[in-house]
């Protein structure tokens, strides 16, 4: 038995995972997949009292353009560090609003990368990398017919090659969990 308002409550399944749907304002290193280098494109700049876990403080931080991309299910603003900063710089020869408004930036993390400054313990980090992001480069992502979730590689097929697979046998794209939904519901009929 569960209780009454977990029946009200969004069930995780698939590729979701911890951490991703946690409630905060700003990016953090949990809503980055764990290997991913999700690309992002910076919209806005921002300063001010930031709220933060540690309390209010003065932060720049950059707003994205995108809600959802491969590698973060939610985007969120971030926070802007010295060493943010620098990278963006070094990437875009500048750090002023104009120079980085609609430029693409690629994040990753180095788990236990930094320390928290006020209790000593270590933290997983963001960082942005030192390589302008390809546009060109991205393919397109086969998204399910069916619950709308990106195609996952599933045992030995390839993203495309289940992208065809169910293309041909169903009719439509789909996942692999929705594949086998439609193939339970045929064997039924
Ligand atoms: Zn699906």
Redesign the pocket.
Known sequence: MIPDEMKRMHRMTGAERLGQNRDSEYLGAEDIDPGAEPALTIKALYYGVATLSNGKEEKEIIEFAEDSVPGIKNVRPMIVNATARKALRKLYKGTSAEALEGKLIKLYVIPEGARNPKTGEKVDCIRIKPEIPKVSAKPAQPV??????VLQPFGSMSVSQLAAYTTNKYGRC??????KGAAEKTQGE
């Open positions: 399910c017919a069916e619950c709308g979730q789909l996942c692999a969990d929705c594949a």
